[in-house]
């Protein structure tokens, strides 16, 4: 049976780096701002699907929707002493670059069912400007599979947080903005699953037009 609530050891790590990494981060160096949180399922199956811009992207979009996100990491990440054994705790699960690796979404159907909430980003990739030109229908599968509600997000600002040829992170001004609860497709059928996808990546770019 499935479970409503994050594993206690990944949810005592989320709190304990959210509390006192991400979210003074996000709120205190970046002046965060986030629209939307009370529309966000605490229970149950969810998919949170957001633009992709930035590596900061995980954890800020993590601690915004209130409830730990499992994530899609590098499979070479997993190959670091001590590294590894941190992400997992914090829900990161491997994908092989450049591959669709049914492995990935057995592993993001796994993570719903032991009541993680999955993030995807519905490029499949980092963009220059935040935007979504060619969305994947990897989200809308894997929500129909595991009859998951899909979360529209915004991460407005995040493309420029580091500078090209800068390790330092700017403080720039970020918005989150969180989208209403879109119910799973019926079906796996493919047509139906790029009519969500598309539904998804038009709610996000609107959010996302309402800039800071």
């Known amino acids: 049976m499935s479970r409503d609530r994050e594993p206690p050891i990944n949810l005592l790590w989320y709190h304990l780096f959210k509390w006192s990494v991400v979210s003074p981060v996000l709120h205190l160096y970046f002046r965060g701002r986030i629209y939307g949180a009370e529309r966000v399922p605490m229970t149950g199956k969810l998919i949170v699907v957001a633009n992709h811009a930035s590596d900061f992207d995980p954890p800020l979009l993590s601690a915004a929707v209130r409830r730990p996100v499992s994530y899609m990491a590098k499979e070479e990440l997993f190959r670091v002493p001590v590294l590894r054994q941190a992400i997992q705790l914090y829900?990161?699960?491997?994908?092989?670059?450049?591959?669709?690796?049914?492995?990935?979404?057995?592993?993001?159907?796994?993570?719903?069912?032991?009541?993680?909430?999955?993030?995807?980003?519905?490029?499949?990739?980092?963009?220059?400007?935040?935007?979504?030109?060619?969305?994947?229908?990897?989200?809308?599968?894997?929500?129909?599979?595991?009859?998951?509600?899909?979360?529209?997000?915004?991460l407005w600002g995040t493309h420029r947080i580091l500078k090209k040829g800068s390790a330092l992170p700017r403080p720039v001004p970020l918005t989150i903005r969180i989208g209403d609860p879109i119910?799973?497709?019926?079906?796996?059928?493919?047509?139906?699953?790029?009519?969500i996808t598309a539904q998804c990546t038009e709610t996000i770019h609107q959010l996302h037009d309402l800039g800071r």
């Open 91 to 154: 829900g990161a699960y491997p994908v092989k670059r450049g591959s669709a690796d049914r492995s990935a979404i057995r592993e993001a159907l796994k993570q719903l069912a032991q009541g993680w909430a999955v993030g995807i980003f519905l490029q499949g990739t980092r963009t220059a400007d935040g935007r979504i030109p060619d969305p994947k229908i990897g989200a809308a599968l894997i929500a129909a599979k595991a009859q998951a509600t899909l979360l529209p997000v915004s």
């Open 183 to 195: 119910p799973p497709p019926a079906s796996t059928d493919r047509q139906e699953l790029e009519s």
